[in-house]
């Protein structure tokens, strides 16, 4: 199926990679004892399938616990996504936070991000420019 990073209970860190032809390039099951910062990574255009995601967090919907935690923190800053696959998806709640921020999504704003609460999404680039990579720079 094509994932780059998956882990269960666990936190990591994801930085400088470049990512492509992955149904999910960051995919975790969101136990509450988990999460991720992934900074200064390239996903490229193609995901599998077409309509799938990059960077994702599951709920406990997914993992069938009866609750909507989705692991207790993600940090997603200074990416380029370059496909019209949706980016970002936090399908869960996290115990303490998610920010989205200093990253450069191909699509527009309403398609490049879905979170809920306890997450802040903010200083990202939207829309088509000629392979523009973020400054590294944290």
């Keep these: 199926m094509g994932y780059g990073v998956c882990h269960d209970k666990a936190f990591s860190v994801i930085e400088f990679n470049v990512f492509n032809w992955n149904c999910h390039s960051i995919a975790l099951t969101g136990v509450a004892d988990s999460g991720y910062e992934a900074r200064h990574n390239l996903q490229l255009e193609t995901a599998m399938p077409a309509d799938g995601f990059h960077f994702d967090m599951h709920s406990g919907a997914d993992r069938g616990d009866g609750t909507d935690v989705g692991g207790k923190y993600i940090r997603i800053h200074h990416n380029t996504f370059r496909g019209p696959a949706l980016p970002v998806w936090l399908r869960g709640v996290p115990t303490e936070r998610a920010e989205i921020h200093g990253n450069w999504f191909s699509s527009p ?30």
């Design 109 to 138: 704003v309403r398609d490049a991000v879905r979170t809920g609460p306890k997450s802040r999404v903010f200083d990202n680039a939207y829309g088509q420019m000629k392979a523009k990579l973020l400054d590294p720079a944290p």
